[in-house]
Structures are given as C-alpha cells and as structure tokens.
C-alpha cells in the first residue's frame, strides 16, 4: 500500500562522507515537503505537491556507512543538515533496519542513497533482494560538479526509481547517456544542489573578505597546494586592508568524501603568513555571510557563492584540467588568476551560464524541487512499485558487476556484530592508521620512488 496521507512519510537517508549527509538530508527533506523554502524546510503541514490530501514529511532517519572516511561528529554538526546525528551503520546493517522497519509496520516510504555509484548499485541489489511486501522509493543524484567519471557514476546509480539531476546542463548529459547505452532515462529529474540559499549578497562599508573554498583532492600534488598557498599568502600581504580566509573543510586525521593527502594546515606551517591570513572552519553558510569575494579552483562552493550574487572567483592557475575540474566552468565567465586578482580584477558571470547551471538566483530556486516531489508523490501513490531494474546485471556487466557487489558484502542473512566498546576503539585506531597512512606515510613513499 502506497504512504497513507494521514501518517507522516517516513525517510531513510544513508550517506558515506559529511558532504553527501548534508546532499541526502536536504534533498529528503525538499523532495517530500510542499514548500522547497530554505535548506532545512520541509516539516510544515503541506505535503507532496500534486495530493489531494498530502501526507506530512517527517524528518529523515540518518545512517553514515561505516568505512575508512566516515564523518565524524563534528564534521556531521559542520554540515548544519539536522539536529540528530545519523547512526553508523555498515550496509548490510541498514538493509537489516529497511526490512525490520516493514515487520515493526514502520516501514520506510522513500530511501535517499547519497552514496558514490558503486555503492548505490550494491544498495539497489540488497533492496531487491530483501523481498518486501512494498520497497520504498529510491532517490539518489550528486552532491556537485559531476566533472568525472560521468558514465560510470550514472550508469551504477541506474536502477534507482529517481536520479536527480542538479541542474538543466546535467539532465541533459544524464539522459544522454542513459538513452545513448539503451537504458531508461525516465528516472532523470531536473532539481537543483538542496543547500543553495542564505541572504543576497550586500557589501559592507569597511569589509573587504576574500575566501579561499579548499578542496580535499584539487589541486592534488603538493606542489600545486603549496602554490595555491602561496599565493594566498602573498595576496594578503598586497592587499593589508583585505581579510582572506582559507576555508577548510576537514581537520588533519579527517576525511571527506575524497581523501587528501596535503592538508593546507599541514602545508601553512613552513609559511609565514601576515595577521590578515587566517584558517577558518564552519559551516559554508556562515562563511559566505561575509564573503566578498570567493575563490576556488572548482569547489561547490562557488555555485552557493554565485546563488547569493557574491563574486566569484574560478582560479586557472593549475591550468584549466578535467583532473581540476574547473573545466567544467567554461563559458561562466568566471575563469582567471591570482595575478588578476592581485591586480583586483573580479569577473562577472555569464547569465545564460548560470541559468543551465541551476543558479537562480532570480527567484526560480523556489520551484527547482517541484518535479522531483511531483514525481515522488507519483510513486508513493501506485499501487505497487515496479521491480527495481538497473541496467548493470550479470547480462550487461559480467565482468564488473560481481566485483562491486563482493566488495560490499551486503548480506543481511549474517548475524548483527555486537558493537562493543573495544571494538570501536580498536575501529577507530585503524581508521587512525589509515589517515596516517594516506598522509603521511604514502607521500614519503612516492617521494622515495622518485629518487
């Protein structure tokens, strides 16, 4: 039986990094609520557009997969997504608490997997397998730029009844693809990033704020990041009157949803930066409320930054590289260097380019979320959910299939581990000597083979 619209819809976001929790817990919350409003809305009395008498968003019940980069508790409170922090699970754990939630008569309506492709596609697979009376409805979609691995992530992601797209440029590619291999592109839906919003920008008489948006993989060689750091550095001693900020999303030991190996604090230590230079954490957010301009290589960053009409900044220092992923801001209008900035130069965006992205900031944002909750209401009001059908299977993808689902041993037939405090002790030192491993240790090693 479909969601009744008497009883709230029941959520389930389950995530793999702090950025892809804040993803799944905005995007249930705006997919479900009548009102798509500010990031956090969705617990008012409408329900999904298109009910005759809608049902009541409840807020999301979070899960963090258990791995080598789960968030930790303050990276999860950074993010500002809920108030309650999600559980820690591993996969076969959450399928267990998906089929234990329909025999406790709590079942799940919708299931946001804010999850890399390969794991979508194992989630999907677990799902299927559970054998429900009535499988929830799937959502997935991106936390970002999709500036890599295009086939490959949509492709694993397929099967999911709903895969959002950020924006109109990227329903485009997304139905591209999923038509170019034969697939259904029917579960494509336009939407927009769920955390675009906050004030517009206004400047203010003696404020002047650059923001550096860093990013945990770009630039990826040290190198680069002791330029880009540089370079900061010397920008702050040029301009004395300007606060810059390198906004950080990870402190050293963290991980992110990719893996860095050269923290910026780590790096700053052989610097002498002047009293204008700071490092700063904290949610985006606030930092954007006094932001003047904001710089990055191809950080999100710079697409909630140009939502609020705050300049921007996209630096081709590194060179415009699909490894930077800043080509994916050609044509914005907003590629340049640190030398013109030095220079004080500010580029202005492209409007047609902004409006293929998503960013609207002229008001559209209110409606972005519309089709997604239309086709959600749509789903939970069937009768019966069609099987879930991806288009990886042991037909298509003999090859690559079994690996991804080896690999995440999703078999919830096992008996739950008892997670006892010695084994989280000793989780979390493995964790430790992992990170340690990725940053300290591996960077020598390369450094060794290149003697």
Known sequence: MPASSSEAIRIAVLADSDTRWKWGALTARRITAADAGAPGSGDGPQGPAGSADPARPAEPAGFVLRGRATPTARQLAETGASTAAPREVTGAEFLREVRD???????????????????VRAVLQGLADLGLDRRPVVVTGYVGVVYE?????????????????????????????????????????????????????????????????????VPVTRAERVYVLERLVRHA?????????????????????????????????????????????????????????????????????????????????????????????????????????????????DEEWLSRQGVASDGGYDSAFDAARARVAELLALPELPPISPY????TAPGYLPGILARHRLDVTAPPVRDSGLRRIVREAARGAYRHGVQRVAPVVRRLGEL
Do not use: W
């Not at 906050?198 to 400047?203: F, Q, S």
């Not at 950080?299 to 992923?325: F, K, Q, W, Y």
């Not at 990886?392 to 037909?395: G, L, M, N, R």
């Open 101 to 119: 939630a329909e025999v406790r008569g709590e079942r799940y309506d919708v299931v946001v997997l804010a999850l890399v492709g390969g794991t």
């Open 149 to 217: 691995k295009l086939a490959d992530g949509l492709l694993l992601r397929h099967g999911a009844d709903v895969v959002l797209a950020n924006s109109r440029h990227d329903a485009d590619r997304f139905r591209a693809v999923y038509e170019g291999v034969g697939a259904g592109a029917g579960s494509v839906v336009e939407a927009a990033l769920p955390f675009l919003g906050g004030a517009p920008y206004r400047p203010e008489e003696g404020r002047d704020t650059l923001v550096f948006a860093a990013q945990p993989s």
């Open 237 to 349: 001693r040029l301009r004395p009157g300007r606060e810059v900020l390198l906004k950080l999303r990870s402190k050293p030991g963290e991980h992110t949803t990719h893996l860095e190996e050269h923290p910026y604090q780590r790096l700053v230590r052989d610097l002498d930066p002047p009293a204008n230079f700071r490092l700063v954490y904290g949610h985006m957010g606030e930092v954007l409320d006094r932001t003047d301009l904001l710089v990055t290589v191809s950080s999100t960053a710079a697409l909630e930054a140009l939502h609020r009409r705050i300049p921007t900044a996209i630096l081709t220092d590194c060179g415009v590289r699909e490894v930077n992923g800043n080509h994916h801001f050609i044509g914005s209008g907003l590629l340049t260097s640190f030398d013109r900035l030095d220079r004080g130069e500010t580029p202005e965006p």
């Open 392 to 395: 990886y299977t042991a037909e």
